[in-house]
Structure formats: structure tokens, C-alpha cells
């Protein structure tokens, strides 16, 4: 990689046009094309799939994971319900 990563920001930065993973509050991932962000980390990304994941118990008490995706489009995220951003794997 010929960029340098001073800050944070610069590996957000280096994301711009690609795919990025935000694990948001409330158990939320979203997964879609970073199209812009700023310094509160609000973003936009668009053709954005959310993956939500809830607890089920049946009736004997039993729990399970279960995911459910759906597909967005363009969104705008928050900044404040964000929890972590994963850039693209980058190979060296």
C-alpha cells in the first residue's frame, strides 16, 4: 500500500468507492459501498444489504440465532449508532 494511515480516518478515507462492513447498535450490521462520510462518521453507502440478528426462544426454552437480510439500496447511516467500520481486506 503506497497511502500512509496517520489517523483513523485515513483507513475510512482509503475506503471511499469500496465495500465496508458498520456493525451498528441494536445487533445491526450493514454491508454496501461507501460513498461519502464526515467527521461525525456519518456515511452513505450505497447498494446496502442489513443482516439483523434476534434471539428466538422456542418452546422448551431452547435459543437460537436467527439472521435475517434484507436489501436497502442508498442509505444514510448515523454516526452515533455506529460501532465499528471494516474496510475492504487489503492485500499487500
Not at 447498535?25 to 446496502?48: I, P, S
Request: net charge negative; hydrophobic share 40%; glycine share 8%.
Amino acid at each position: 500500500m503506497t497511502e500512509s494511515i496517520k489517523q483513523p480516518m485515513d483507513l475510512i478515507t482509503l475506503s471511499l468507492g469500496e465495500v465496508v462492513r458498520v456493525r451498528m447498535r441494536g445487533n445491526r450490521e450493514l454491508r454496501g459501498r461507501l460513498h461519502a462520510f464526515d467527521a461525525h462518521l456519518n456515511m452513505v453507502l450505497g447498494d446496502t444489504e442489513e443482516t439483523t440478528s434476534v434471539v428466538e426462544e422456542d418452546a422448551n426454552g431452547a435459543e437460537t440465532v436467527v439472521q435475517k437480510t434484507r436489501s436497502l439500496g442508498m442509505v444514510f447511516v448515523r454516526g452515533d449508532t455506529i460501532i465499528l467500520v471494516a474496510p475492504p481486506l487489503r492485500t499487500a
